[in-house]
């Protein structure tokens, strides 16, 4: 994929970003556009061969589906736990039985991005997995970085208006 192609599916995610109604409405096209852009900056960075490219694609799209549905739960078992500690009559085992399923779903998550390193860490040479642990770091901070930048744009924008 192009230089220009990548930019504009950073600028479609920052403007899907950027309207709180559109965000929520398209929240799981959101990630997939974001596991789709690390997925081909990843491939970059890493220099993946098409070999690589061959391994790495269905493995990573497989763990993103399954993380999906983590979150998915975990979202239900936040929501469940908001509503217990908002209701007096909540027992405290209820409560403790939702702490417990999320510190697995939590755990389980961490097993997922697990399984992926130990994938890459038998699919990569060492300057790849070097260049993947740096990837990574940059990946998100850059995007924390285009998200704190979405936000400041949109907050003007309301105060301009």
Do not use: C, H, W
């Not at 991005?113 to 300057?127: G, P, Q």
């Amino acid at each position: 994929m192009t230089r220009l192609a990548l930019g504009l599916l950073s600028l479609s995610i920052l403007f899907l970003l950027a309207s709180p109604v559109r965000a929520l409405q398209n929240r799981e096209r959101v990630r997939e556009n974001i596991s789709t852009l690390r997925l081909l900056r990843m491939t970059q960075a890493l220099d993946l061969t098409e070999e690589q490219t061959a391994k790495v694609y269905p493995v990573y799209n497989r763990i993103e589906k399954d993380k999906i549905e983590i979150q998915r739960r975990i979202g239900s078992e936040l929501d469940e736990l908001r509503t217990l500690l908002n209701d007096e009559a909540s027992k405290g085992a209820e409560i403790e039985t939702r702490i417990k399923n999320l510190m697995e779903l939590r755990n389980a998550l961490k097993a997922k991005d697990d399984e992926f390193e130990k994938f890459l860490e038998s699919n990569l040479t060492l300057v790849q997995r070097a260049k993947y642990v740096l990837f990574s770091i940059d990946f998100y901070r850059g995007l924390g970085e285009k998200l704190n930048r979405a936000r400041m744009i949109r907050e003007r924008a309301k105060r301009d208006f």
